[in-house]
């Protein structure tokens, strides 16, 4: 039996893409981070303002309940989840604002929230009246960015407190549960060598 040419370009360009996020997922758990990961299907994108939904299926690395890294033919991404009514408190909007990034409802994923040139005023003021209990925030770079980058990111979503599975907000008040929540800690290792990284 002959190997289609177009079946051996599929494969060798997701030898590259599994390579990719092997290695990010290696880096991660030398950190001491907990990832799950596999390969999920019709996951969509924003391209030049448009959904794109990826009929193929990509890596997706969890990282600690905090976010979804998906590592892409076309960029990588790091998505989040806030309670609606914490978004305006937690979202650091200066800093994902550099990276394009997007806003949606968890029910309605597919209606943007957050358009670029909106203020942040103007979307937590449209978060107010959407209805939807839980937000998504996803931020992205283009093509193939470095391990540092993706950290650095990473990190706005640690910070921000960010989960990726729907449960019952915890007391604002008791840190020692939320670090438990998130498996994460700033007194641990794992989280200084992380800044020691970041700030090369």
């Known amino acids: 039996m ?27 758990e030398k950190l001491g981070y907990n990832v799950e990961w596999g390969y999920y299907d019709r996951h969509t994108v924003t391209v030049n303002g448009d959904n794109f939904l990826e009929y193929y299926p990509i890596p997706i690395l969890t990282v600690n309940g905090i976010c979804d890294i998906a590592v892409d033919f076309l960029q990588v991404s790091i998505d989040g989840k806030l309670f609606a009514a914490e978004f305006e408190e937690k ?27 909106m ?15 839980e937000i998504g925030v996803a931020a992205a770079f283009e093509g193939e960015p470095l391990t540092k980058e993706i950290l650095e990111l990473m990190q706005v979503f640690i910070s921000m407190g960010t989960h990726t599975e729907a449960h019952s907000p915890i007391d604002e008040g008791d840190e020692t549960e939320k670090n438990a929540l998130n498996g994460i800690d700033e007194s641990t290792p794992a989280f200084q060598v992380a800044d020691a990284l970041l700030n090369e």
């Open 119 to 133: 203020s942040f005023e103007e979307l937590v003021q449209i978060v107010r009246v959407c209805g939807e209990s």
């Open 2 to 28: 002959k190997i289609p040419k177009n079946v051996n370009v599929v494969n060798d360009s997701y030898r590259t893409l599994s390579e990719r996020a092997i290695m990010l997922r290696n880096t991660l």
């Open 91 to 117: 979202l650091d909007f200066a800093k994902l604002k550099s990276h394009g990034f997007e806003c949606y409802g968890v029910e309605n994923y597919l209606e943007r929230l957050y358009v670029p040139g």
